[in-house]
T-cell receptor, first 114, second 115 residues
Framework: AQKITQTQPGMFVQEKEAVTLDCTYD???????LFWYKQPSSGEMIFLIY??????QNATEGRYSLNFQKARKSANLVISASQLGDSAMYFC???????????FGTGTSLTVIP | EAGVAQSPRYKIIEKRQSVAFWCNPI?????LYWYQQILGQGPKLLIQ????????DSQLPKDRFSAERLKGVDSTLKIQPAKLEDSAVYLC?????????????FGPGTRLTVL
């Protein structure tokens, strides 16, 4: 079974609008971390936001927030007030405490339309 | 703070040739990862080091790929001999340790083209 599933290969959003990128995960480890990374066309992977499995509140970092629904095993990324520079690939990832490996999803390509 | 350094940034070789990539992680980061990212896909872990020991190399094609991390700092990833399907970006990343809350910091990657 896939550890991380991103079902949206591509998304479009109007500039200044909000957009939600979906991510579901699969683990039996009670302790894990969820991460979102941005990969612009230049290729570097940029860390955006982190959510721990025991965190009670949804993580927020500036215009990024994580809609964490533990029972549904989902960790959707919400980008508010989209900017042209947000156009990139976005990857959801998970790290289990046991094993230490990072699992990445297949990514979502986001295009912000002026 | 300096980021993760990788070299070369680009490499073009012919199939059956050998190639090596170098990575210098962020100072103090005990855990180092090598990923292969094929165009249009997410990164796939090849090998993970904790200091100079291998934690996970289950997805490393050991018949042609090898990696080492001398003295628990720099690391090299080698492919010998290369195949056409090895064309990809090879990403190196590091994190403080193996704790689940520590994010990975990525280098700029090495784009390998095998002709």
């Amino acid at each position: 079974a896939q550890k991380i599933t991103q079902t949206q290969p591509g998304m479009f959003v109007q500039e200044k609008e909000a957009v939600t990128l979906d991510c579901t995960y699969d683990t039996s480890d009670p302790s894990y971390g969820l991460f979102w990374y941005k990969q612009p066309s230049s290729g570097e992977m940029i860390f955006l936001i982190y959510q721990g499995s025991y965190d009670q509140q949804n993580a927020t970092e500036g215009r990024y927030s994580l809609n964490f629904q533990k029972a549904r095993k989902s960790a959707n990324l919400v980008i508010s007030a989209s900017q042209l520079g947000d156009s990139a690939m976005y990857f959801c990832a998970m790290r289990e405490k046991a094993g230490n490996q990072f699992y990445f999803g297949t990514g979502t390509s986001l295009t912000v339309i002026p | 703070e300096a980021g993760v350094a990788q070299s070369p940034r680009y490499k073009i070789i012919e199939k059956r040739q050998s190639v090596a990539f170098w990575c210098n992680p962020i100072s103090g980061h005990a855990t180092l990862y090598w990923y292969q990212q094929i165009l249009g896909q997410g990164p796939k872990l090849l090998i993970q080091f904790q200091n100079n020991g291998v934690v996970d190399d289950s997805q490393l094609p050991k018949d042609r790929f090898s990696a080492e991390r001398l003295k628990g700092v720099d690391s090299t990833l080698k492919i010998q001999p290369a195949k056409l399907e090895d064309s990809a970006v090879y990403l190196c990343a590091s994190s403080l340790d193996g704790d689940s809350h520590n994010e990975q910091f990525f280098g700029p990657g090495t784009r390998l083209t095998v002709l």
